[in-house]
């Protein structure tokens, strides 16, 4: 009975326009995000993501993944005066927060011990396995967008990473903000 009501309950929020778990909120979402990525100059990007890295690396570093995220989310409201500065953070914050769903600890300590330069190979790795997921994205994805159609590849992204998040044990988020950034650092 318990399941029932909470299936329910699921299903009245994602009927809901403007819940914000509603394809249309998620979709205006990841559009606002491509266009914001789009428009940023790289090394505001650079900026952003290494402001990150730092405070992951020094003030927000616990072994308890919601403290990092919370202290993290505090340092980003903290720095940003704009609209385009929380959005890139949020896909800088959200990348970082779920690196370890794409580069196991196994793949990180390999790196680690084949490599001469652990940051560059361990950045490769990581762009190899968004690049996976956006090979996948457009393999699958019976929509041909054009470059410019922000709408149209939010439309794209949003329900790749709705149909296939959970199969590969990703939360929708890190599948949009992977693909995001792979789009981004190929373009």
């Known amino acids: 009975m318990i399941k029932l009501i909470l299936l329910i309950l699921v299903s009245i929020c994602f009927a809901n326009e403007n819940s914000p778990f509603s394809s249309v909120q998620r979709q205006a979402y990841v559009?606002?995000?491509?266009?914001?990525?789009?428009?940023?100059n790289p090394n505001?990007?650079?900026?952003?993501?290494?402001?990150?890295?730092?405070k992951e690396r020094q003030k927000?570093?616990?072994?308890?993944?919601?403290?990092?995220?919370?202290?993290?989310?505090?340092?980003?409201?903290?720095?940003?005066?704009?609209?385009t500065c929380t959005i890139l953070s949020d896909i800088a914050l959200v990348n970082k927060v779920n690196e370890r769903l794409f580069v196991s600890r196994e793949e990180t300590y390999k790196i680690s011990q084949k490599s001469e330069n652990y940051a560059e190979a361990y950045a490769k790795a990581l762009s190899t396995k968004y690049a996976n997921l956006t090979t996948e994205l457009v393999l699958m994805s019976k929509e041909n967008c054009s470059d410019g159609d922000y709408k149209c590849q939010a439309r794209k992204i949003d329900t790749y990473c709705q149909k296939n998040s959970d199969k590969k044990n990703l939360?929708?988020?890190?599948?949009?903000?992977a693909v995001i950034t792979f789009m981004d650092m190929k373009r």
Not at 69 to 83: I, Y
């Open 31 to 40: 559009e606002k995000v491509i266009k914001a990525f789009r428009e940023a």
């Open 44 to 54: 505001v990007l650079k900026q952003i993501n290494e402001f990150v890295d730092q």
């Open 60 to 83: 927000c570093r616990s072994f308890f993944e919601a403290l990092t995220l919370n202290c993290l989310q505090l340092e980003v409201k903290n720095k940003c005066k704009d609209e």
């Open 171 to 177: 939360p929708w988020q890190a599948c949009v903000s």
